[in-house]
């Protein structure tokens, strides 16, 4: 089977830094991917690892580490337009791209 | 600029109702996906196509059928829709075995009454 854990909820301040972790433990791993996804709105790409360390990407970084099964996202100078879920997900070496998404964080970005 | 189009954003069909769940693509992608998306449950996968006439069922395919004539079009069917089927439907697609991820449409809310 397949299972993804992300934190249900977060909240921070306007300005700080934050981080999501994600856990995975699946049959199969061929990269993981970070999306965002406001409300009511499709979910967008941010971030893709497939090799261990860290890709930064401007006031977002994600972080891999294979051995572990664990990934986190990074936000940085947070912004009130940063509210909103983020999905993990993890691309299953099928052969062709499969994704099995965690259920979503949620960030709240207070003023 | 890439797209996945989804007809309908919003829908409300009545229990028992065929109803059909469109779904274009204009960047000849291989694969193509159809999840829906429940407040705890996340994404769950009901199928997808990696070519053309060629379906494989997800975690979650009860109740649905899909159909992929042509390359850019992949169709969602609900045979005969039921209220647990009230959701967020989200297509998807991707490359065959590239590493962009996946683009997603804007999503079709269904509402089964």
């Known amino acids: 089977g397949q299972n993804i854990d992300q934190p249900t909820e977060m909240t921070a301040t306007e300005g700080a830094i934050v981080q999501i972790n994600c856990t995975y433990q699946?049959?199969?791993?061929?990269?993981l991917f970070w999306y965002q996804q406001h409300a009511g709105e499709a979910p967008t790409f941010l971030s893709y690892?497939?090799?261990?360390g860290l890709e930064e990407k401007g006031r977002f970084s994600s972080f891999l580490s294979r051995s572990k099964g664990y990934s986190y996202l990074l936000l940085k100078e947070l912004q009130m337009k940063d509210s909103a879920s983020y999905l993990c997900?993890?691309?299953?070496?099928?052969?062709?791209?499969?994704?099995?998404f965690g259920t979503g964080t949620r960030l709240l970005v207070s003023p | 600029d890439v797209k996945v189009t989804q007809s309908s954003r919003y829908l409300v069909k009545r229990t028992g109702e065929k109803v059909f769940l469109e779904c274009v693509q204009d960047?000849?992608?291989?694969?193509m996906f159809w999840y829906r998306q429940d407040p705890g449950l996340g994404l769950r996968l009901i199928y997808f196509?990696?070519?053309?006439?060629?379906?494989e069922k997800g975690d979650i395919p009860e109740g649905y059928s899909v159909s992929r004539e042509k390359k850019e079009r992949f169709s969602l069917i609900l045979e005969s829709a039921s209220t647990n089927q009230t959701s967020m439907y989200l297509c998807?697609?991707?490359?065959?075995?590239?590493?962009?991820?996946?683009?997603f449409g804007s999503g079709t809310r269904l509402t089964v009454v």
């Open positions: 699946t049959s199969g791993f061929n990269g």
């Open positions: 960047m000849d992608h291989e694969n």
């Open positions: 998807a697609s991707s490359l065959g075995q590239g590493l962009g991820g996946y683009t």
């Open positions: 690892n497939v090799l261990d």
């Open positions: 196509s990696y070519d053309v006439k060629m379906k």
């Open positions: 997900a993890v691309s299953l070496n099928t052969g062709f791209q499969k994704l099995v």
